[in-house]
């Protein structure tokens, strides 16, 4: 299928700026995204990362590219200080813990996936674990060395900068090798020159250790994302992403690895694409500055992770999103006026399961286009119905410029098109957009607070008994009533089919 609508373009870091999207192969997009370190619960930073991803891989479907998407999981190697020293996180965490590193990473790995999940973050083609992959990493590195990019240390198999042309470059630190970063290491070449392999101290026999050329030991983190790139997407690919601090050291030393490998000026992939910070009044937001905000932490104050979602999507990706709670109560309450309104155009056009199914559907291609959804919503749009999936279209393949995308979405729905080609055009931006629109009800945003102290039976009683009051004219007991559910955090809604609901605690 070829790409339909306007150009995409897309803003590549390594040239530091927006370009006209080419793929490779006009039939398969290929797509890298930097995965978790699975040593703790992912907070809301981290998985800004991920709708960013999801949104990219969403678009290209939408624009009819199809993809094969990897994302890994580092499961070893990822140190606590990008300077190239420290613990592995890994290690750290399980002996925290009192548990193997394996178990470690087996829950954080399930509990990050379940987060993707519940902000309709659609699957990748393929999940590739590092520690799967450990045979790869030392045959590569077996490769680096034999091309003369590798000295020997002590510690461990390093990683010569000066060997590759135009080492940061992605960073956009032109300086050569000396650029910024502290000397760690006894003997290390250049400040900048990282470990591709970890020897185990003498004597010492690590939880997570492999026997390679160089001795027993771990490799650096570096290196798992060039081997499974280079695996699963080939030597040149076209699109890789991470967190905007991916780009100053783990992305230049991926590129360095790949050039060295391949022996050539490439960089392993076309387009370098980096979101930018999810922060907070102390700056971006860390697991290591603790008393972190996770989506089980938002959803236990009340709100739906979809609220997270439209959040991200309100901002670009490329600029700094500053996180309140303030901030998630009002995407919530968007979120809600949206659905609000979609349900009364189901009650209006009447909206039939046939019309769901592709929406459906589409969460099950792993990186399938969507023409076939696509068709599905728009065949047969009135001229006016299909201006308005021109404006959206070129909202995003104007470098994923989601924040203007939306603002079609809610002039489709004030505008005087029948209630059905509205719910059409609903359908069809949502496979872009991912926050199960035409599928979520109002019930499901309302979301109970973990410590509420009223179970929804209870609610219900009270209701009851307050209409009854109300009918009755007794006033005085109906606004007990009304009281007694506000106190317990339940806000009434008169004229609201759904009547009630849990007030979020989303203050600070
Ligand atoms: N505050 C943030 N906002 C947006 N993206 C972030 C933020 N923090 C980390 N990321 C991104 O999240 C992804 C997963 O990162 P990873 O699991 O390695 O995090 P981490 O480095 O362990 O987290 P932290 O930086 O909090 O210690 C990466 O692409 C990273 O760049
Ligand atoms: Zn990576």
Redesign the pocket.
């Known amino acids: 299928m070829t790409q339909t609508g306007a150009p995409l373009t897309l803003f590549n870091s390594l040239t530091r700026s927006a370009e006209t999207f080419v793929p490779i192969d006009p039939k398969m997009v290929r797509l890298y995204s ?1 995965g ?2 699975v040593y703790s619960t ?2 809301l ?2 998985l ?2 991920y709708v960013f991803t999801d949104t990219l891989r969403r678009v290209l479907n939408w624009k009819g590219y199809a993809t094969t998407h990897v994302i890994n999981i ?1 499961d070893v190697g ?1 140190l606590t200080s990008d300077a190239d020293a420290g613990d592995d ?1 890994m290690e750290l965490a399980a002996q925290k813990s009192g548990t193997t590193i394996w178990d470690v990473a087996a829950r954080y790995t399930r509990l990050f996936k379940d987060d993707l999940k519940a902000l309709g973050i659609l699957d990748p083609s393929i999940w590739s674990v590092a520690t799967d992959h450990v045979q790869d990493m030392i045959a590569f590195a077996q490769t680096l060395q034999d091309h003369g990019a590798t000295y020997e240390l002590d510690g461990g198999l390093y990683f010569d900068v000066s060997k590759v042309p135009d080492y940061g470059r992605l960073a956009g630190q032109h300086g050569g090798p000396e650029i910024g970063r502290i000397e760690t290491v006894e003997g290390k070449r250049h400040a900048a020159d990282f470990a591709i392999w970890r020897k185990s101290p003498a004597g010492e026999q690590r939880q997570m250790e492999w026997l390679s050329p160089w001795g027993p030991g771990a490799p650096g983190w570096h290196l798992e994302c060039s081997v499974m790139s280079l695996k699963y997407l080939g030597e040149q690919f076209d699109i890789h992403t ?2 905007i ?2 780009r100053e050291i783990h992305h230049c030393n991926e590129i360095a690895q790949n050039q060295a490998y391949n022996d050539t000026a490439r960089t392993g992939a076309n387009v370098w694409m980096h ?1 930018n ?3 907070d009044r102390t700056g ?5 500055k603790g008393g972190v905000a996770t989506l089980g932490a938002l959803v236990a104050r009340g709100a739906h992770p979809l609220a997270y979602r439209l959040l991200c999507l309100g901002a670009h990706y490329r600029s700094e999103l500053e996180f309140s709670l303030e901030a998630v109560a009002a995407a919530l309450t968007r979120l809600k006026r949206l659905v609000l309104a979609i349900a009364a155009l189901k009650a209006e056009a009447g909206l039939d399961d046939a019309m769901l199914r592709p929406a459906r559907e589409a969460g099950f291609g792993k990186g399938a286009p969507f023409d076939w959804q696509r068709h599905q919503f728009e065949a047969g749009l009135s001229a006016d119905a299909v201006a308005f999936v021109a404006r959206f279209d070129e909202a995003l393949a104007g470098d994923l410029m989601i924040p203007q995308a939306l603002p079609v979405l809610d002039a489709v729905i004030a505008s005087t098109l029948p209630a059905d080609e509205k719910l059409r055009l609903i359908g069809s931006f949502d496979l872009a957009l991912g926050l199960g629109l035409l599928d979520l009800d109002r019930r499901d945003l309302s979301v109970q607070p973990k410590d509420a102290a009223l179970a929804d039976a209870e609610v219900e009683a009270l209701l009851d008994n307050r209409q009854a009051a109300r009918a009755a004219k007794d006033f005085a007991a109906s606004d007990a009533a009304r009281d007694s559910l506000k106190a317990a955090g339940i806000e009434i809604m008169d004229g609201d089919p759904l009547r009630w609901e849990w007030r979020p605690q989303l203050t600070d």
Not at 284 to 288: D, F, L, T, V
Request: net charge positive; proline share 4%.
């Open positions: 930097c978790p370190t992912a907070h930073g981290n800004r990362a580092t990822h996180k991470g967190g601090d991916h979101n910070f999810l922060v971006k937001m860390s697991k290591s």
